[in-house]
């Protein structure tokens, strides 16, 4: 029964589901089904697809994530972020709207899927600690910047494509003679009221007297609101003849349940996408996932979460859908609303499927410029130029990993710039940990306490060496340790001992094991011993058994002042 | 002056360099080069190259290394591992003893010399750290199994080639047929001579009243008389029209003085490989050097090294030679023949240049097969067995690194296994580094110690919660903070005040601190404050002007046990 608990984390809120859960998550439901249409659209949109496809992304993955997630609050579905990144990459193999371009994205999402429900399997959410949060950071923001540009041909009713800031530059400057102004006008008012209500509407509505909860919950409305009237204004005045772009037809009736077409060259080629898009969605999607778990004192299981992304992607991938993963805005909608337990999300599905079937005619006249303007201004707030001051005056490492990202992604891509980011961040953790902090400690007169000779008036032994490591002792800094006691040895021509004080080394690797039988042996043939001090009790386990210790020519001391009160008397 | 010093070591020693110092360094040098000569022809061969190369890159390159070089000791040229990297890499693009063959590499010289010396001149020496032990090891044990199993169609006297092990197997097998027995009976007692001389020859010239000292050094010439001798009996009975392979004409005269052919298409292809050539050879060298340098208490710069090297390679690239980096046999051949300074090196390069001039003549019935004999004895020792036990022993996690190496580099190539070696060691260590090991603590009591509450009897506070993280804070593990503390808290429900005890954090980075602010923000919802205690002094320099300090919602105590008193207090 408890593994059952874990691998299917809904076993244990169905048990105790009552009757007053079931209505505020129905009312919950509502809420979050009247945001997430017109998102479903818009992201679908932004992927290259049709608009029925969005609204297929979230049906079925929102109950899988239901059964498999660990989060009581997530509502996953289509995201922006991730919907430019599946976009950009059908983009490499097919022309948008065309049907292999749909069966590739569909591969992806099911690609995507089973390599989340693996990392999930084999535990292996660690990997998701490559993105580091400045590379996070530079990312989103640059393709927040990507993304609203991407949207800039719908609001002036143009064609352009492109997969960096250059290219989409140019293919916008070149086609700008064909703006279409009545596209123009919609596209820039849905914009300016959208930025306005986004701003006021929650103020506006707690002066007409709704409390500041409900004034929240019906500020989130205020998109729909945009949208409903955008869409009247175009059916009014039948501007679609008049060169406005419209939803136009969807086709009605349930998702098409289907496996997908699987071509294997296919997708060994679609892989290293389908990896960043899926580490990606599940980055943004735990940290949503833990903010909400931590305001309830509930738990996450960053590996089932990843069972449960899994499960939700391929069944994207199974009804006709796209790569989806937990968003924030309607996580926040979903809570602030009081939904209770994932059966939210099971209801926000069917009411989703209920519009599929009889509701489609609605979006007919809605425009394709009202949609680019809900993405353009949703995205905009991503774009995070706090993160990068604090970091900026935090650590100029950081910020430089955080710059490299986010000009890699502008003017070359997604890919290029998620990977110089894991790298140089790689690189420089690498740096750092190759030059730790190694202080030559002595005495504090009349304590027993030792500290580093530069800082303070301590007393030492020309004979005894003592010699700090503020690092654990791995492959990165095993070599450098070698050079560092080298080159001290050399410098204090009478030193017959070497203690290495390890208070701060919580690991030692083999190969800094290597290290150190190197370091014992070469100052043995100048005749020089080598000992240990303080050594934590986790390290010693595994020291005991090893050569390293049968070949010291030295001792271990419990403590640094044994050492040095042993190694003076002896030498004197 | 310190600038010369410092980017030209040779200007160091070359100011107090005497009379006798040039006595000694001409003796080693002789010595040095009777041993440099068949093992540069051998590695030449090796790398699919006319033996004359093999003489160039002994040259040049000795005395680059000679001015540029930090090692007093080290002794350049041709190596086994690096010898059939190259030779590997350059099969890729053309046939063995062409012109384009030898074009290439020699442009793989100059590609690895600059790149060499590119790291040295920005400092980026660490970067070879990726290289954990482990990595090497099983990286040196596959090739020796590699380049000796390479060298049997010498052995046998039949054609074969392959860049692993499978392909090497089916091309000996196919080709077994045509094997020469008089070249399989030279080339095995070859192996058996060498062999022997190698366990016994020492013990024998002492029981002829050789000093212990000297006969180790008239044993490094065991070698070149099995050559000699075998080279004679060639010679006598002209085996060499019976189908015994020899080296036959070498070109007399200077090395070939010209740039490199500089084709950047190929350079970029060649890239890769140079980049691995250097890092191995650099790593193998530097090894060489810090255990000269320890043994007379000298200090190496592992930054000048990558100068010294790259100089190297450079000049061989100019002068017709190959990839060459420090090599261990000969460079304690040089030590034991009481080599002072570098001055050695160039004494060994006037010598081979006086071999090349009058000398090449001698070479001509020299066998192939016995040059083979050389490199198997030589590299058979390579294969280390007493690494994988050590590490087997003491960690799990390092011996799959190394087995992985291993297996990729014996059965797919030399690339793939560093690439697979290097990747696993930085997976395996990102996962360590994602689960550091965090204790809830408590109090000794009548102590003001904290230990862990699992280990140890302490006393707790259920309204306090204090946790130790034993692992600098940094990308790898941050989330799994956020997890961990989440976790802790949602299981008990009293908690208002969580203590970071931070004893063993010695850096906490941008991800980090993003991390704690959502941690302190999240604790901050439910009504639990966070506090810092024991934050060491570098961390909590950089700290200070940070948003989480100015956000931070509880206190920094000095101590754990001012942090427990004062919030015991307060509770109670």
Request: hydrophobic share 50%; glycine share 6%.
């Amino acid at each position: 029964m408890n593994r059952l608990h874990r691998y299917l984390p809904a076993t244990v809120w169905l048990k105790d589901y009552t009757r007053t859960d079931m209505q505020t998550d129905m009312m919950a439901s509502v809420i979050v089904t009247i945001m997430l249409i017109p998102q479903s659209l818009a992201y679908a949109m932004l992927a290259g697809l049709p608009p029925a496809v969005g609204l297929y992304a979230s049906i079925l993955p929102l109950v899988a994530y239901a059964l498999f997630g660990s989060s009581r609050t997530l509502a996953v579905g289509p995201v922006a972020v991730v919907s430019m990144m599946t976009g950009t990459a059908a983009l490499q193999f097919a022309a948008p709207n065309t049907a292999e371009y749909l069966a590739i994205v569909i591969l992806l999402a099911a690609i995507s899927g089973l390599f989340l429900l693996l990392l999930g399997l084999f535990k292996l959410g660690f990997l998701a600690n490559l993105l580091s949060h400045p590379v996070i950071s530079g990312f989103i923001s640059a393709s927040a910047i990507l993304i609203a540009l991407g949207q800039v041909k719908h609001l002036l009713g143009i064609q352009a494509s492109g997969r960096n800031l250059i290219d989409m530059m140019t293919t916008l400057w070149s086609n700008l003679s064909q703006t279409n102004f009545d596209t123009v006008l919609i596209g820039v008012s849905a914009v300016l009221a959208l930025y306005l209500l986004r701003q006021h509407f929650k103020s506006i509505l707690i002066m007409f007297g709704l409390s500041d909860h409900h004034a929240q919950l019906a500020s989130k409305a205020g998109p729909v609101l945009v949208v409903v009237i955008m869409t009247l204004i175009v059916a009014a005045f039948q501007l679609n003849t008049e060169g406005v772009k419209v939803v136009g037809d969807v086709p009605s009736g349930f998702p098409p349940l289907a496996l997908p077409k699987m071509d294997f060259q296919m997708a060994m080629d679609l892989l290293p996408a389908a990896i960043l898009i899926s580490i990606v969605g599940f980055v943004e999607s735990v940290s949503v996932a833990q903010s909400f778990a931590a305001k309830r004192r509930q738990s996450i299981d960053p590996n089932q979460e990843l069972v449960g992304l899994g499960a939700a992607n391929l069944s994207s991938a199974f009804s006709g859908g796209f790569p989806v993963t937990g968003g924030f805005s309607r996580s926040v909608v979903s809570f602030d609303a009081g939904a209770k337990t994932p059966m939210t999300g099971v209801f926000t599905a069917l009411l989703i499927l209920l519009t599929l079937s009889f509701l489609t005619g609605a979006f007919y006249y809605l425009p394709k410029a009202v949609l680019a303007a809900t993405i353009i201004v949703a995205v905009v707030q991503l774009i995070d130029l706090k993160s990068f001051i604090h970091i900026w005056r935090y650590s100029k490492q950081d910020v430089s990993a955080l710059l490299a990202t986010f000009f890699m992604v502008l003017f070359v891509g997604v890919e290029a710039g998620i990977i110089t980011g894991v790298s140089l961040s790689l690189i420089l953790f690498l740096w750092h940990a190759s030059h730790p902090h190694i202080a030559v400690v002595g005495r504090v007169p009349g304590t027993e306490h030792f500290r580093n000779v530069e800082r303070f008036q301590v007393e030492t032994n020309c004979e005894v060496l003592t010699v700090r490591i503020d690092e654990s002792l791995f492959f990165a800094n095993a070599r450098m340790l070698e050079d560092k006691i080298n080159q001290l040895v050399s410098e204090q021509k009478q030193v017959k001992d070497v203690v290495l004080m390890c208070t701060a080394v919580n690991m030692i690797d083999a190969s800094a094991l290597e290290s150190l039988e190197m370091i014992c042996a070469r100052l043995q043939s100048t005749d020089i011993r080598l000992h240990l001090s303080e050594v934590k009790g986790p390290v010693m386990d595994r020291l005991k058994g090893s050569a390293f210790i049968s070949h010291l020519s030295g001792e271990i001391y419990l403590t640094q002042n044994q050492a040095f009160e042993a190694l003076c008397h002896q030498e004197g």
